[in-house]
């Protein structure tokens, strides 16, 4: 078994804010080869990228602030909130809060730059946020 916190996570400064790598292949601490689990903190009126995975299934759970996700539908996401993402759909978080959020990421299989997609129409859309 490993151990890891968010101290000791790769952080990964984005337009949005910053990405904490915690469990995956660049992981350091915790590496996997099977799943990244991440801390999106996007800063007040930001948003991550619109784009897609053709293998990986995303689910994001919301730790903290005001966010919307975005796949088929825009939904506003409290906090614990989830929302499971198909591979294949489109998706984006957006911050419409004051404060900074934090959203908690988990992908399986990881992060591969080869499956992260912008330019082509994903097949399908059918997220759930509960």
């Known amino acids: 078994m490993r151990t890891t916190s968010m101290s000791g996570s790769v952080v990964v400064q984005r337009e949005y804010g910053a990405m904490r790598l915690i469990?995956?292949?660049?992981?350091?601490?915790a590496p996997s080869a099977t799943i990244d689990l991440k801390v999106l903190e996007?800063?007040?009126?930001?948003?991550?990228?619109?784009?897609?995975?053709?293998?990986?299934e995303t689910i994001f759970c919301v730790l903290e602030g005001d966010v919307e996700i975005e796949?088929?539908?825009?939904?506003?996401?409290?906090?614990?909130?989830?929302?499971?993402?198909?591979?294949g759909d489109r998706h984006q978080v957006h911050n419409v809060g004051t404060q900074r959020c934090r959203v908690l990421e988990i992908m399986s299989p990881p992060f591969s730059k080869d499956d992260y997609l912008f330019d082509q129409e994903p097949a399908g859309s059918s997220s759930t946020v509960r």
């Open 23 to 29: 469990v995956g292949p660049r992981a350091v601490e």
């Open 42 to 56: 996007l800063e007040p009126g930001t948003s991550t990228s619109r784009h897609y995975h053709r293998r990986s």
């Open 71 to 87: 796949s088929d539908t825009r939904r506003a996401a409290s906090v614990g909130s989830v929302a499971v993402v198909p591979a």
